[in-house]
T-cell receptor
Framework: NAGVMQNPRHLVRRRGQEARLRCSPMKGHSHVYWYRQLPEEGLKFMVYLQKENIIDESGMPKERFSAEFPKEGPSILRIQQVVRGDSAAYFC??????????????FGPGTRLLVL | SQQGEEDPQALSIQEGENATMNCSYKTSINNLQWYRQNSGRGLVHLILIRSNEREKHSGRLRVTLDTSKKSSSLLITASRAADTASYFCATDKNSGYALNFGKGTSLLVTP
């Protein structure tokens, strides 16, 4: 059973461009979580999605950021008109059931975004 | 902020020694988790301790939790070079899934 897959692993964008980050959860997992790790910081929760539904986007910046988890295909984190401050590592995690005390989140290797 | 804060920021020990990392947090929690991150890789879940537990063991790992002091410690006994990694504590926002991680402790175990 392959783990959580993320691609690309590294992404370079110029200011104003769009960044699309993909996450394929572990097989059978329908709960996906996105986190952002700014340089020298810990990971911060951004958004929690189930198939075709955004459940909790309380950690997501209000502008330029969006996420989706379609019925078919990977979850996508989309950042429009990127700025230098968006440079960070973006991690995706998935779980079989809603994560909590009885259910662990499994993390992918992350996508490192660099905005020039 | 409910964010955990680990200390020390960096720790260097020799194989066979024990490594102790600490985590402090600011608000009440349901549980606290420890994760490991090898360089350039994703996080791996190590252990979860509930707020009503004081100590938990898993192999060479021992975690303690003191809710009165809002602190936790992770002890790795008989360390190995393969334990070299960054270690993070994580707390949740009462949701169970929206984890917030501290900046981590970078552990280096030399042969």
């Amino acid at each position: 059973n392959a783990g959580v897959m993320q691609n690309p692993r590294h992404l370079v964008r110029r200011r104003g461009q769009e960044a699309r980050l993909r996450c394929s959860p572990m097989k059978g997992h329908s709960h996906v979580y996105w986190y952002r790790q700014l340089p020298e910081e810990g990971l911060k929760f951004m958004v929690y999605l189930q198939k075709e539904n955004i459940i909790d986007e309380s950690g997501m910046p209000k502008e330029r950021f969006s996420a989706e988890f379609p019925k078919e295909g990977p979850s996508i984190l989309r950042i429009q008109q990127v700025v230098r401050g968006d440079s960070a590592a973006y991690f995706c995690a998935s779980s079989l059931r809603l994560a909590g005390e009885q259910e662990t989140q499994y993390f992918g290797p992350g996508t490192r975004l660099l905005v020039l | 902020s409910q964010q955990g804060e680990e200390d020390p920021q960096a720790l260097s020990i020799q194989e066979g020694e024990n490594a102790t990392m600490n985590c402090s947090y600011k608000t009440s929690i349901n549980n606290l988790q420890w994760y490991r991150q090898n360089s350039g890789r994703g996080l791996v879940h190590l252990i979860l301790i509930r707020s009503n537990e004081r100590e938990k063991h898993s192999g060479r790992l021992r975690v303690t939790l003191d809710t009165s002091k809002k602190s936790s410690s992770l002890l790795i006994t008989a360390s190995r070079a393969a334990d070299t990694a960054s270690y993070f504590c994580a707390t949740d926002k009462n949701s169970g899934y929206a984890l917030n991680f501290g900046k981590g402790t970078s552990l280096l175990v030399t042969p």
